[in-house]
């Protein structure tokens, strides 16, 4: 056992047995797999027969060990068929194989066999096939529908010459009884994990992804043999009770242990894949906190395109009535379609998605491999998929699904390579679609809730807004025959005269009332944004003091403090004079009969963090405008306060019901709010807080809550 030849034997029978069986175990093997196993249990039974030869020198076992190593070819060469599609020599050259197998197999085996000039013919023989698979390997790799993985083949391709030939170098060794140490092994053990890793991903590994999996098991490998050691040998005697310690010790530190070298290698091999997961995970963190569309959609495209990974981008949502997708926006040089139909999508794209992704390489691949075959419909309908990618401006289709429906796709490309994004990054974008899915669902829960709650709040107007109109109508009415009365011939006095004029007087003021509360029952009912501008809140602000200190006089003790560079806000400007006014009235009337009236008006910025401390990316605050009115009136009752933008809720002898409630409104069309906050005998504030406009940069989502429930009328 002290031979190294030996040891080297019974490590190559160990590790291949631990590839073998790791293929084995896996469920639903494809026929790749399995012909995998046969072509790696065929080289770790030669290994392990080599290994007995060389412990026991049993001339049988060398025997076997060749039996084994003639047959190497066939396993080969049909698992190199299976692997490389479309090749043709490998399968001319199978049955001459197979022939000169079965004359190398019978030398082998004959009792009176002539070792010196079988084994070199066995070499030979086993080395000149498997170059034929490398061969057929090779030109796979040329035709390759893609750069990435022709490159990536032709990194298998220069393996398996460096394995064959160290392989030729060992057997040279042995021959001239060169003590070297066993680098053919090392290589064909290196080959046949790399081969596996393939198979299981389905894909071609790339040089630096094989680099970074070798990198980890062998840094995992160290780090437990160290552990191993150091408890098994160091510690002392009891060998059992310490290679139980250690095997337990193993076990717990595994995870954790593994997870920390895969982290470290990928910082080191993969820094740019690594960085766009740090993108996506900070861009599905802020999608986390918005809800409406137009925002997730600004914060979405603006966040692709800074990760420096995306030229292209559009976002496509479906419409309401479900028969096609619109694109909602787009980044990049070139303007992408505007409308893609349902069918469309259903039959050129959702056929050819795999988790929730349909990638142009994949497609690209397939092409190639169904054109081989002779399949000219699948192959026309691949056309034409790919020429909707190239409408699209697409390397990558993300699908956004609900849970009932397609809710749209997200299309990203990077035009300065052919290839720009792996499997392995396409399935991170296809995550963060899936976030954008719950996003869309969420901003239509919210909008449906917002409508319930809109036809509800009808429902109540329409029973305050009989109210408000049967009792004028009343008064109209009673003026109205009083008028008939008087007006009869005969019974005209000059008193009657006067009353007449009275009454008249009476029905044109509840004429009036009448069109008011309709004209701000309206102006409730109908959403309307008016016209929208990027405005100065504090201008706006000043002219309103201006108009409301000429109402009010001198009653009130007006104070009026403005923030610096105070952003500016998207709404329009005349509702939101008509807002301020408002409560600045309210306020005046709350105060009436106070000795030492005082109105304190004040603006700020207001920001909020999004992203938790410590989360991937910058946690970058979103930046809000609060206009404050603080009065010190007698202040707002606990139950009065809850109710107070309630339409045709009122404390007022003569009010409607209605003002405080048309603001809120007016406010809220413009993505703002306004809080309320009283207590008795100490006042009320009144802030109104409206998100800032942002021109370069994405604008935040998130509304920050009310501190009262929402309803609607001026108080006192």
């Excluded at 840094?219 to 150091?230: F, N």
């Excluded at 390489?361 to 056309?383: I, M, P, Y």
């Excluded at 390397?395 to 052919?418: N, P, S």
Aim: charged share 20%; aromatic share 8%.
């Amino acid at each position: 056992m002290d031979d190294p030849r030996t040891q080297s034997a019974l490590l190559g029978w160990i590790i291949g047995l631990a590839i073998t069986v790791s293929i084995l175990l896996k469920r639903d093997k494809d026929p790749r797999q399995r012909l995998f196993c046969f072509f790696a249990g065929n080289v770790t039974l030669y290994y392990a027969f080599d290994f007995l030869h060389a412990w026991q020198g049993e001339p049988w076992f060398e025997r076997i060990g060749l039996a084994l190593a003639v047959i190497l070819p066939q396993t080969g060469l049909r698992f190199f068929r299976a692997f490389a599609v479309g090749a043709r020599t490998v399968g001319r050259l199978t049955p001459l194989a197979s022939a000169i197998g079965v004359v190398l197999l019978a030398a082998v085996l004959y009792p009176s066999w002539a070792r010196p000039a079988v084994g070199p013919a066995v070499l030979a023989y086993v080395v000149g096939f498997l170059l034929v698979a490398v061969f057929d390997l090779n030109v796979r790799a040329r035709s390759a529908a893609t750069r990435v993985d022709a490159a990536r083949m032709r990194y298998l391709v220069i393996g398996a010459l460096v394995t064959l030939s160290m392989q030729i170098l060992d057997r040279l060794g042995q021959v001239m009884r060169v003590d070297m140490p066993p680098v053919g092994l090392a290589m064909t053990m290196i080959y046949l994990f790399t081969i596996s890793q393939i198979i299981v991903r389905n894909r071609v590994l790339d040089l630096y992804e094989m680099l970074g999996r070798f990198a980890v098991l062998t840094a995992l490998g160290i780090s437990l043999a160290a552990i191993y050691t150091a408890l098994v040998f160091w510690v002392g005697r009891g060998f059992t009770i310490n290679a139980f310690l250690a095997s337990l010790v193993i076990l717990i530190l595994f995870d954790p242990l593994r997870d920390l070298v895969e982290r470290k290698i990928a910082d080191f091999f993969f820094r740019e894949r690594l960085v766009l997961e740090e993108d996506v995970a900070s861009l599905r963190h802020r999608l986390a906190h918005i809800i409406s569309i137009d925002i997730m959609t600004e914060v979405l495209l603006s966040g692709l395109e800074a990760s420096r990974r995306v030229t292209h981008a559009a976002l496509y949502l479906i419409d309401p009535h479900g028969r096609g997708f619109d694109q909602r926006g787009s980044v990049g040089p070139d303007q992408p379609l505007p409308r893609v139909e349902t069918a469309t999508v259903r039959l050129r794209l959702t056929p050819f998605a795999t988790g929730r992704a349909v990638a142009a390489t994949a497609l690209t691949q397939r092409r190639a491999q169904l054109f081989g075959e002779g399949d000219e419909e699948q192959v026309k309908s691949l056309d034409e998929t790919l020429a909707l990618f190239e409408s699209l401006h697409a390397d990558a289709l993300l699908l956004i699904e609900g849970e009932e429906q397609l809710l749209g796709f997200l299309t990203v490309r990077d035009e300065r390579l052919k290839d720009a994004f792996s499997p392995e990054e396409v399935a991170l974008l296809a995550g963060l679609a899936g976030q954008v899915a719950i996003t869309v669902e969420n901003s239509r829960l919210y909008q449906q809730t917002k409508e319930r709650d809109r036809l509800a709040a009808l429902g109540q107007m329409a029973a305050g807004l009989a109210h408000e109109i049967r009792n004028p109508l009343g008064a109209i009415k009673a003026a109205a025959q009083y008028i008939e009365e008087v007006s009869a011939p005969g019974a005209l006095t000059p008193a009657g005269a006067e009353g007449q004029q009275e009454f008249l007087g009476v029905i044109v003021e509840e004429v009036d009332r009448l069109n008011r509360v309709l004209s701000n029952f309206l102006t409730y009912a109908r959403p309307s944004s008016g016209q929208v501008q990027v405005l100065d809140v504090n201008e706006i602000l000043r002219r309103t003091l201006q108009v409301f200190e000429t109402q009010v006089g001198g009653r009130v003790d007006l104070t009026f403090d403005t923030a610096a560079e105070l952003p500016r806000v998207k709404a329009d400007g005349e509702r939101l004079h008509q807002v301020f006014l408002n409560l600045l009235l309210n306020a005046a009337q709350a105060m009436e009969g106070e000795d030492k009236a005082r109105l304190d008006v004040s603006t700020r910025v207001r920001s909020l963090r999004l992203m938790r401390e410590g989360a991937v990316g910058t946690a970058e605050p979103s930046r809000f405008v609060e206009v404050r009115f603080a009065d010190n009136g007698p202040g707002i009752p606990p139950e009065t306060l809850q109710n107070i933008f309630i339409p045709f809720f009122t404390t007022k002898a003569k009010g409607s019901g209605l003002g405080l409630a048309v603001c809120q409104r007016l406010v809220r069309d413009a993505g703002g709010e306004i809080e309320v906050r009283s207590q008795v005998g100490q006042g009320a504030i009144f802030t109104v807080v409206l998100p800032a406009a942002v021109e370069e940069r994405p604008r935040a989502s998130a509304m920050p809550a009310p501190a009262a429930p929402p309803g609607g009328q001026p108080h006192g």
